[in-house]
């Protein structure tokens, strides 16, 4: 299996990103929502595909009476991609330099969890 560097790999990965926040964006101002709309409208998207991840996890786990065990951990895994996904779509649709912005996003954030010498 040919797996592409890390570097060109991230790079294929923002590009379909990007070509799915311009689509998106296309569809809804044809549709008449406003930028603002779009990014409020994408960021209740996120919250919605939290909510079938846990659906999964519930399914996963048969707390539902009524459905019982109805998902698979495969089913999370993609429920969970599928949130990752429309993060960043979203922060694509919000930002020109949403791959920049994310990297520098991780960095600062995984600092104090990545610290040489930090319990793991």
Known sequence: ????????????????????AARF????AARGVTAEEQ???????????FGEAAQAVIGVRGTNP??????TWQDVH???????????????????DAAEYLA????LKSAAFLRVGSPR
Not at 25 to 28: K, M, P, R, V
Not at 104 to 107: D, G, K, P, V
């Open 66 to 71: 009524r459905k019982g065990t109805s998902h």
């Open 78 to 96: 993609a429920e969970v991609a599928d949130t990752v996904i429309t993060g960043m779509v979203a922060l694509a649709r919000m930002r020109t």
């Open 25 to 28: 964006a296309e569809t809804d």
């Open 104 to 107: 520098a996003q991780l960095r």
């Open 1 to 20: 299996m040919n797996v592409p560097p890390p570097s060109d790999m991230t790079d294929d990965i923002w590009n379909t990103i990007r070509a799915l």
């Open 39 to 49: 990014h409020v409208l994408q960021v209740l998207k996120i919250g919605e595909e």
